[in-house]
T-cell receptor, first 112, second 117 residues
């Protein structure tokens, strides 16, 4: 059974810092890995999706990497802004099931 | 275009009552997922519909939970004889294509917050 862990659970940083959020998964036979953002009281918004054949994806100030052999993915946020404050979740879809398993998320606060 | 919509946004009910939660996916999306998010917990998978295939119900926590998807579009999640532990945010997501295709990003609705008194 796939298990997904996110570290740290919470993070508070000053504006302008570069950040790394970590996601680890136990079953390396993943189909894809997604990073989502969730604002308080809202649903999830997809940020980046990395297919199993890819190593990284980039969108604006966000870069996500995938290392299947070590069971890890990282989300890099460059030059953080207060508007980046949210909970970030990763989800891994294992090869045998196309249903993603979600981590519990990292709650990020970027203060001015 | 319109995203995934869910109704109601909030539902307060008494223990033992039945509730129905509705999800309208993005038009043309073949896959539809229901999840439950409890306070301080991750997203718990409930049920998955893909086109005309039989749904994957492996995540439903008990036989009090059921879901249907009519005409490959709108889905309803029904919880019978609600219990206090059913209180959570119920999230629906849809995806544009079958697994195996490259574009399988999930698009989430805003959720329904269910409170069972």
């Amino acid at each position: 059974k796939q298990e997904v862990t996110q570290i740290p659970a919470a993070l508070s940083v000053p504006e302008g810092e570069n950040l790394v959020l970590n996601c680890s998964f136990t079953d390396s036979a993943i189909y894809n890995l997604q990073w989502f953002r969730q604002d308080p009281g809202k649903g999830l918004t997809s940020l980046l999706l990395i297919q199993s054949s890819q190593r990284e994806q980039t969108s604006g100030r966000l870069n996500a990497s995938l290392d299947k052999s070590s069971g890890r993915s990282t989300l890099y946020i460059a030059a953080s802004q207060p508007g980046d404050s949210a909970t970030y979740l990763c989800a891994a879809a294992s090869g045998g099931s196309y249903i993603p398993t979600f981590g519990r998320g990292t709650s990020l606060i970027v203060h001015p | 275009g319109a995203g995934v919509s869910q109704s109601p946004s909030n539902k307060v009910t008494e223990k033992g009552k039945d509730v129905e939660l509705r999800c309208d996916p993005i038009s043309g999306h073949t896959a539809l997922y229901w999840y439950r998010q409890s306070l301080g917990q991750g997203l718990e998978f409930l049920i998955y519909f893909q086109g005309n295939s039989a749904p994957d119900k492996s995540g439903l926590p008990s036989d009090r939970f059921s879901a249907e998807r009519t005409g490959g579009s709108v889905s309803t999640l029904t919880i019978q004889r609600t219990q206090q532990e059913d209180s959570a945010v119920y999230l629906c997501a849809s995806s544009p294509s079958a697994p195996g295709a490259r574009t399988d990003t999930q698009y989430f609705g805003p959720g329904t917050r269910l409170t069972v008194l």
